[in-house]
């Protein structure tokens, strides 16, 4: 089965005009081959109803952690981390990182998510199931070396180096890496400073959490005179492929030091709102010419993988914050989802024309809450959810196909993943 046929349907163009389209893929070149009029194929996918668009993206999660879905909520970032979050995470084993991540991976396809972005723990595990399933990652080693006494903490830095550099490129191109301090208040500057430059040797980005909350930022302010991305840049950390996450709370100056690296910022409007963190400033991030992906974040402070929700999450508070309904229109929010978060990992997708990677979704709108259909750009935007999503493939390959997954067993990994996160409770006592 090489090439597939998706029929009758209508195409989202890269111009975000729609039209009536059937749209020809290679699987064995990974690519879109044909848009419009194409020859027949050796399997058909009806998108009768339907619109067929690039996957979405979600550029930063913590994959594995569906298993502490709904484990402890409503508290602030701190506390919840150092109460809840990390101490469950000490008694993880590699099998509880493997099981969560094959239920993430099972929501993303399901919910038209094509690529993620993932900083966890147990990377080997995470590369092999994304081999396995199909989907693109760009995978990470989340290195946390506070409160580490000093072997510790370079036995975590160096599984971060060693992550990057043994994975990237592997299963035909889908799993690439990065470098992965938690944080800019995790990892001390002495090993940022040691570390940072053998990531850029190894040639991968930097994939960091910055300027997430208050509480985050004005330590490092008043510890150092300097705002969190300066400190950033002082370390070489914000190069164009980086990318981090959330971003927050930025000033004008770290705004412009986005825009002039490259660096992209995921943005998280789900976790940020949950952990009260406060409104990133989308639009003007936008306006500035910084690029804009988005992400869940982990299961646990969201609570679920759709990036559906985010875009609508990102285009209502996103008008908040910029005090404009203008702000973060539709269009937008779905250029974010999809050639936002390609940009953001470094993956070639994003658009339905000739040459362009295989990542495709068909979205069914045929559901009371997509009818009338005025405007299919601003559905997507507002009223579409995961559940719509009809067919998922990823360079050329079927992962879902009349919402049924083919490469994961989902009766098996639900059971898996509800016994690992049952256990892993149990252990961390
Ligand atoms: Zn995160």
Known sequence: MTTVVIRGGRVLRPDMTVDRADVLVDGETGTIR?????????????????????????????????????????????????EDIWPTEAALEPADVRAGTDLAMAEMIRSGTTAFGDM????????????????????????????????????????????????????????????????LTTVSEEQLAAFVPKARAAGVPLHFHANETRDEVDPIVAERDERPLAYADSLDMLSQGDFLAHGVHLDETEMGLLADRGTSVVHCPASNMKLASGMAPVQRLLDAGVGVALGTDGAASNN???????????????????????????????RMATEGGNRALGFDGGRIEEGAAADVVVVDFDAPRMTPVHDYVSHLAYAATGSDVRHTLVDGRVLLRDRKLTTLDLDAVRERAASRAADLVDRAG
């Open 120 to 183: 966890y723990f147990y990377m080997n595990e995470v590369a092999e199931a994304v081999e396995a399933a199909g989907l693109k990652a760009r995978i990470a080693h989340g290195i946390v070396t506070v409160g580490k006494d000093a072997s510790a903490a370079q036995d975590d830095l160096e599984e971060g180096l060693y992550i990057a550099k043994s994975h990237d490129g592997t299963a035909d191109g889908r799993v690439r890496t990065a470098f992965a301090p938690h944080s």
């Open 304 to 334: 679920d993988l759709d990036v559906f929700d985010e875009m609508r999450d990102a285009a209502m508070i996103g008008k908040l914050a910029a005090g404009d309904p203008a702000a973060v229109a539709a269009e937008t929010v779905v």
């Open 34 to 82: 044909a848009v419009g009029d194409v020859p027949a194929g050796d399997e058909v996918l009806d998108a009768t109803e339907g619109l067929v668009m690039p996957g979405l993206v979600n550029a930063h999660t913590h994959a594995a952690m569906t298993l502490l879905r709904g484990y402890a909520d409503d508290k602030p970032l701190d506390r919840w981390l150092r």
